[in-house]
């Protein structure tokens, strides 16, 4: 059964639709890869999907249960972290202190306000940071992180909350290409027991990657497949790759 | 998952322990000193008075500090909660105070209910004849007050500049409703003459309360949750996606601000013994964000040390040559710190430790780029780009 099903999503921004009855579904445990060219809707797609705009009408099933419409708390607390395009952590924490607010537990304030950080996770912030190679930073704040490490910070905190999807919103832009090498590794590492929907322009990292794609165009799905078919159908290559790829 | 365990000697973060003994140290100093002085400076000196006055202040701009330097939410109308506990604690003070010491008109109602017409105390104000009942009413209306106005703001996601305006508003209505409806209030004069607490016992226990005050902010700031109130003030947007509903935190962290800000309220009616709209006003809650502005947000020993600092400056200015220009050297001195020092005095002198003892967050970056470039510089590809090589 698919861990994330949406239905017939449609979205109109004033007048301009965006999504246009998109159904799309990711199965538990797969690494799915989200490709098009820019305005596709991808990261609309993702927004909708984590609650931060309403669609217009459709429906998002995700592990069985409706979460269309819900605020974003909440779908976190269904099981989906999301990994901003643009890296997204709290600046003046430290490293350490970064992945400790993200770990899972419970949300509600007076269930929060007697917790304490306890030697299990404590043990768990460490296996994380060395995981993503930060363990020696963990003291520092967030900010005099380079880019690339804010990346693998956030990487980080998504681990640390247990989710049930991931959703990776182009983690390696703005990186060197060392780094992207890197981030490429880690979610591999990250696919092997999570289930995670990317966002991926670099198509270096894709072949790395991909075992199936889905290629969005004007907010509908154009082609779907491993990712040797998707480059062969002429439609896609028309529309997204063009001619120096494929 | 993780490639090696480490040892746990290398595992160590520094944290500040809960209270570091240099505070203590510096604190129980400090709580000495005040109060000794009625030991050597006389119960009534004006000085022992101003005292009393500051340490009232600095758990108002403590209560800023909660909320503004620890989880983003400015608000120029916290002298409202300072306000209602007041004026709950001077009416209650004013109501048995005539009981005892007749007014001038011989009657047993406070004398503002008599100069506008109420011949006896009006009904929703005997509970106040009794003090707990008036202590817990101080501290538990503001509180009260402050939930239904995160309620309302929070829920609604409005935060940042409109909740700023939205707090100023609130404290332009309470100033002006409590001139307003004198017969209660006693209108633009306030309320006076009810006695007061000046003792030395009593400046004691403000003591007290007030280390009481600052160790359970410091409890707060420095537990899990603290840090996830820090994160909500980083980035409310990642907070809210990692499952943290950001309006519960903001409007539980209101409330205690309120609370404190109520507490501060009270022993401040009770010690000086006079109250009037003003207390209750903007420009009163906008002078606390400056004592904590000054002292240092973010830091709890910050708006204790503004306070005392923007105060007893103001004290001392006013008193000399200068009587005519204070207010000048007060607007230059919180422009100066806006500009040189934004973290404040407590903020810059940390800054400046933490830099001194691992460099500053600036260069770190500039050399964690430097080197992220060089490794780019080194790395070669170890397969052609497209081939189906796996990494790992």
Known sequence: MALLEVKGLTTRVSGFTILDNLDFAVDEHELRVLLGPNGAGKTTLISLITGQYKPTSGRIVFDGRDITGRAPDEIFLAGISRKFQVPNMYETLSVYDNVMVSLQ????????????????????????????ELADRAGEPADTLSHGERQWLELAMLIASRPKLLLLDEPTTGMTEQGKQKTAQLIQRIARSHTVLLVEHDMHIVRQLAKKVTVLHQGQVLAEGSLDEVVDNETVRAVYLGKGHA | MATQARSAGERKVRRSRLLPRSVLVVGALVAAAISAFPVVGGTDSYVLQLIGKFLCFSIFALSVDLIWGFTGILSLGQAVYFGIGAYTIALSMKLNYTIENSTRYGGTIPDFMVWNGLTEVPGFMEPLLSTPIAIALALAIPTLLAFIFGVITFKRHIYGVYCAVITLAEALILEQFLIEYQAYTGGFNGVTDYGNTRTAQFLWFLVVLTALCFFGARLLTHSRIGTVLKSV?????????????????????FCVSAFLAALAGALYAAWVGIISPGDTGPRFSIEAVIWTAVGGRATLIGPFIGTFLVRGLEFLLSGSWLANYWQFFMGALFILVVLVMRDGIVGTLLNWYRARRRGAPAEIREEQDRLEKDRQHDWRPSSEPGSRNDPV
């Open chain 1, 105 to 132: 537990s419970a949300r509600r304030v007076f269930r929060y306000m007697l917790k304490r950080v306890t030697r299990e996770d404590d043990d768990r912030i460490w296996e994380i940071l060395e995981f993503v």
């Open chain 2, 233 to 253: 003030r980083d980035n409310d947007v990642r907070a809210e996606f990692m499952g943290y509903n950001v309006a519960n935190y903001r409007i539980f962290v």
